[in-house]
């Protein structure tokens, strides 16, 4: 009995250039049991050939990928990996597009700081 094929990659949460992808196990898995998963994405609208391959060990159905370009859409597909090797590719994920990744993080006391300066250069030099 073959591997059969997991459930398309689904977005746990997404940050900035980062995204988490879940998926559910095969439900047949030839009586094997899985030592991994193969993930691979590429981007959207790119020749399903091009794909990038992340191997994740042991039998978690979760990856998260840092570092992609903002702003771009990617497709994913990920298989199961038995001793027998590797099994059916799930469905292409829906496109998943990555934020802009230049978020801005002020701290209340960061901002107090530059309102300080400010109010000083304000009163003080002018």
């Not at 030839?30 to 609208?45: C, E, S």
């Not at 496109?95 to 700081?113: E, F, V, W």
């Amino acid at each position: 009995m073959a591997v059969g094929a997991p459930g398309p990659p689904n977005v746990a949460w997404k940050a900035g250039t980062s995204v988490n992808l879940e998926w559910t196990a095969p439900e047949s898995t030839g009586g094997l049991p899985v030592v991994g998963y193969a993930i691979f994405y590429g981007l959207a609208d790119a020749n399903p050939d091009l794909r990038i391959r992340v191997d994740v060990d042991g039998a978690s159905t979760s990856l998260t990928l840092s570092e992609l370009d903002p702003q771009t859409s990617y497709v994913f597909i990920v298989a199961a990996k038995t001793e027998a090797g590797i099994g059916a590719f799930s469905v292409p994920s829906d496109p998943i597009q990555t934020n802009n990744g230049k978020a801005i993080h002020y701290s209340i006391s960061r901002l107090l700081l530059i309102l300080f300066i400010y109010l000083f250069v304000y009163f003080f030099v002018c």
